[in-house]
T-cell receptor, first 112, second 116 residues
Framework: QKEVEQNSGPLSVPEGAIASLNCTYS??????FFWYRQYSGKSPELIMS????GDKEDGRFTAQLNKASQYVSLLIRDSQPSDSATYLC????????????FGQGTILTVHP | DTGVSQDPRHKITKRGQNVTFRCDPI?????LYWYRQTLGQGPEFLTY????????KSRLLSDRFSAERPKGSFSTLEIQRTEQGDSAMYLC??????????????FGAGSRLTVL
């Protein structure tokens, strides 16, 4: 079983819709959770971090964390074609904040 | 300082050759990380440094791989006797506090290795 699992997609949504991306993780001691966006041929860039149960909103993005279910999600409201990318879920368990375990990523396509 | 810098951006080599990648982190960041990413997968942790000390190495880092950060500033990742399975994007990242005060891992543009 992979430590961090994502549906690889592709997930296709129309412009203006809500895109919902999901991630599960296996290590119960995980403490920090991140969503990175990666455009084709580019490096990952951080878009959201979440550390406690519940929702965290930042502009059109909302991250949701449920530690009991070991589940993290990312909602993108009013999706734009420029949101088309691979979205990587990453988890950190220890004191080395930069040692992340990534999922394989979900490819999101927003079509006009 | 505009971010994490990696060099070269692309490297094509023949199997059996040695290659070296360089990473210059954000200047005030004392932790530096190396990751490897293959097509269709997320990045995988390889190793990290705090200042000049290499504090952890992944099982993925075989004996052919060596990383250094001699003066706690830039880092190098060397792969000896390259194999076709080494073809990947090698990502360097450094960590520091973001605007919110939380630790944020910032990636460089990566060095893409193709082994023929």
């Amino acid at each position: 079983q992979k430590e961090v699992e994502q549906n690889s997609g592709p997930l296709s949504v129309p412009e203006g819709a809500i895109a919902s991306l999901n991630c599960t993780y296996s290590d119960r001691v995980s403490q920090s959770f991140f969503w990175y966006r990666q455009y084709s041929g580019k490096s990952p860039e951080l878009i959201m971090s979440i550390y406690s149960n519940g929702d965290k909103e930042d502009g059109r993005f909302t991250a949701q964390l449920n530690k009991a279910s070991q589940y993290v999600s990312l909602l993108i409201r009013d999706s734009q074609p420029s949101d088309s990318a691979t979205y990587l879920c990453a988890v950190s368990g220890g004191t080395s904040y930069g040692k992340l375990t990534f999922g394989q990523g979900t490819i999101l396509t927003v079509h006009p | 300082d505009t971010g994490v810098s990696q060099d070269p951006r692309h490297k094509i080599t023949k199997r059996g050759q040695n290659v070296t990648f360089r990473c210059d982190p954000i200047s005030e960041h004392n932790r530096l990380y190396w990751y490897r990413q293959t097509l269709g997968q997320g990045p995988e942790f390889l190793t990290y440094f705090q200042n000049e000390a290499q504090l952890e190495k992944s099982r993925l880092l075989s004996d052919r791989f060596s990383a250094e950060r001699p003066k706690g500033s830039f880092s190098t990742l060397e792969i000896q006797r390259t194999e076709q399975g080494d073809s990947a994007m090698y990502l360097c990242a450094s960590i520091g506090q973001g605007a919110s005060g939380a630790n944020v891992l910032t990636f460089g543009a990566g060095s893409r290795l193709t082994v023929l």
